[in-house]
């Protein structure tokens, strides 16, 4: 693996070698990324992982049309050959009238300070095997746990490169630390499963594994024996590991992509009240240690952080540069690459920003509802905005948690449940997309 100097030659490399093939622009990325990972099963030993993978990727425009194209072969000979050949798809391909490269003027010429994203600790295999059997360990000594899926550790590094041929170059490194535990409650016909895990770019924002493991092994023992929920309308309450997935259906809903091909519920939605005035999203890229912070975006322009709903008004779209001259707008700066090809969208380090609310008094005039700790199944309509999952959880029986449930199906529609959404303060900070625990009032519960 390339590291980042080097990465943004060897980028720079390929686009002037594009260049002289024959292509009117073109930009090239470079990934890299090392990883090493553990495995333990009821105190063994189980997996040793330890993988190395590097990749460029070359994008280059001849007129209108564009061509994409990847290798693994980082050496001279081999980007000689990948340019010619990406130069000559692009000659036979049909032409794109909103492809190519960003704004000139829109890209980044400064880049932020020190965000913080590498960790100089490497931890030695024994230390990962020693983080995950602590984990599991502590798992397995919570009651009622009665057999394990396992427990890991996994530390890792990673390297990207960005180069244009109107101007920019760019590259950053990262570091990743994790650890999870899954256990097994319960006998025979009364078994249940649960996990939990943490991941941060440096080692010492992970919890210590004894909390991870004990957090896998109570959630485990309270869903044992779960009850039934009879049909009906009723408050849903989210848990902050899942509410997030609400929250997902709004970044994928305000895509350009999606907005210029008329594919999401929120189309014409641009400006429009959409959740309570209580509610803002925050996208900040910038945020120090953020799992998803980046000083640059996908097509090399600059990143700050913005208020994707305002007050409960959603602010517009996300959109990269083909998307933004479909709608006629300008590029937002959340253009995202993975080994090669066109950019996509994505948003960042994403949260909605906490109520007064503790969750106790979030849920506390809830007669009779449900709490929500997992949800399966993917039915989710992104064109309407219908939902409809599987899940399982807990019932909230006046204000309380009164046991665990499991098999029943909640539905609404997003715009519905968007509109009816409430927080409590309790946001934690460490996954992608970060909320609180989340109310929505008036879903339909189909149960026994």
């Known amino acids: 693996m390339l590291d980042p100097k080097s990465a943004q030659e060897r980028a720079l490399a390929l686009v002037e070698r594009a260049r002289r093939a024959g292509a009117d622009a073109a930009d090239a990325v470079y990934s890299g990324d090392s990883s090493e990972s553990i495995q333990v099963r009821l105190g063994k030993l189980e997996d040793v992982e330890r993988s190395e993978n590097e990749h460029i990727g070359l994008r280059v425009f001849v007129g209108k049309s564009s061509a994409s194209i990847g290798s693994n072969d980082l050496g001279d000979a081999a980007l000689d050959e990948l340019a010619a050949r990406a130069v000559a798809m692009a000659r036979s391909a049909p032409e794109d009238h909103y492809a190519g490269l960003a704004p000139e003027d829109l890209l980044a010429r400064e880049f932020p300070g020190d965000l913080d994203l590498v960790d100089p600790a490497e931890p030695s ?15 397995r000594a919570i009651p009622g746990v009665t057999n394990s899926e396992g427990a890991g550790a996994s530390s890792g590094c990673g390297t990207f490169a960005l180069a244009t041929s109107h101007g920019f170059s760019g590259a950053y490194e990262s570091t990743s630390h994790g650890l999870s535990a899954s256990v097994i409650a319960g006998e025979g016909g009364n078994m249940q499963r649960d996990y939990a895990w943490r991941s941060a770019h440096h080692g010492g924002d992970l919890p210590a594994p004894e909390e991870i493991g004990k957090q896998a092994g109570d959630r ?96 517009g779209w996300l959109m990269d540069s083909a998307a933004a001259r479909q709608l006629g707008g300008k590029p937002t700066g959340h253009a995202s690459r993975g080994h090669g090809g066109a950019p996509g969208v994505s948003a960042s380090n994403v949260h909605l920003v906490p109520g007064s609310v503790t969750p106790a008094a979030l849920m506390a005039d809830i007669a009779d509802g449900v709490y929500i700790t997992e949800l399966i199944g993917m039915g989710v309509n992104g064109v309407t905005g219908d939902y409809s999952r599987g899940a399982a959880g807990f019932r909230i029986v006046k204000g309380e948690l009164a046991g665990p449930v499991a098999e029943f199906t909640i539905a609404s529609n997003l715009i519905d449940m968007f509109a009816a959404l409430t927080a409590a303060n309790d946001l934690e900070w460490y996954r992608g997309i970060n909320v609180p625990t989340l109310r929505v009032d008036g879903m339909m519960v189909a149960g026994d």
């Open 220 to 315: 485990a023992v309270a869903r044992l024996n779960p009850g039934h929920l009879s049909s009906g309308q009723m408050s849903v309450v989210f848990d902050p590991r899942v509410g997030g997935s609400l929250i997902g259906h709004l970044l994928g809903a305000i895509s350009g992509a999606a907005i210029a091909r008329r594919s999401s519920f929120l189309l014409d939605k641009d400006g429009a009240q959409i959740f309570d005035s209580a509610i803002t999203i925050i996208d900040d890229p910038l945020r120090k240690r953020g799992p998803g912070s980046h000083p640059f975006d996908g097509e090399g322009l600059a990143v700050s952080q913005c208020k994707l709903v305002e007050n409960g008004k959603l602010t």
């Open 125 to 139: 295999p024994v230390q990962l095997r020693a983080l995950a059997e602590a984990a599991e360990d502590a798992a």
